[in-house]
């Protein structure tokens, strides 16, 4: 995982992202056990209690669970991970929507420009 930290959010907000993102794309497979907390926070370059945090509100979301004296494991619950992706696909679209829309686009030449980029006009 890639840990590049910004100071826009705090950041146990910013881990609790990357781990999503590795979830939704598939990095993070599901039931596969994560490192521990200590591991992770020294990977990640902070303090454990900061990782600690995350990977509650995590487990509170219902993307990881916790087996007693085994660690931390991704959710196998296929719902659980569709609707990530779901709900990241949708920022994603409506970051891209906002931007182009602040550039002059509308609906039909931001479609017609997706098209386009799709049949290999652009380059």
């Known amino acids: 995982m890639k840990w590049n930290f910004?100071?826009?959010?705090?950041?146990?907000?910013?881990?609790?992202?990357?781990?999503?993102?590795?979830?939704?794309?598939?990095?993070?497979?599901?039931?596969?056990?994560?490192?521990?907390?200590?591991?992770?926070?020294?990977?990640?370059?902070?303090?454990?209690?900061?990782?600690?945090?995350?990977?509650?509100?995590?487990?509170?979301?219902?993307?990881?669970?916790?087996?007693?004296?085994?660690?931390?494991?991704?959710?196998e619950t296929q719902e659980v991970r569709n609707a990530l992706k779901k709900e990241l696909a949708d920022g994603y679209v409506s970051d891209f929507l906002e931007k182009m829309e602040k550039l002059g686009y509308g609906k039909k030449e931001i479609i017609a420009l997706i098209q386009e980029r799709e049949d290999g006009k652009w380059s």
Do not use: W
């Open 6 to 75: 910004t100071d826009d959010l705090p950041i146990y907000q910013q881990i609790m992202d990357v781990i999503r993102q590795g979830i939704a794309s598939g990095e993070l497979m599901a039931g596969e056990r994560l490192p521990s907390v200590r591991e992770l926070a020294l990977e990640a370059e902070v303090n454990p209690n900061t990782m600690q945090k995350a990977l509650a509100e995590l487990e509170r979301e219902g993307l990881l669970y916790s087996k007693r004296t085994s660690g931390r494991f991704v959710s």
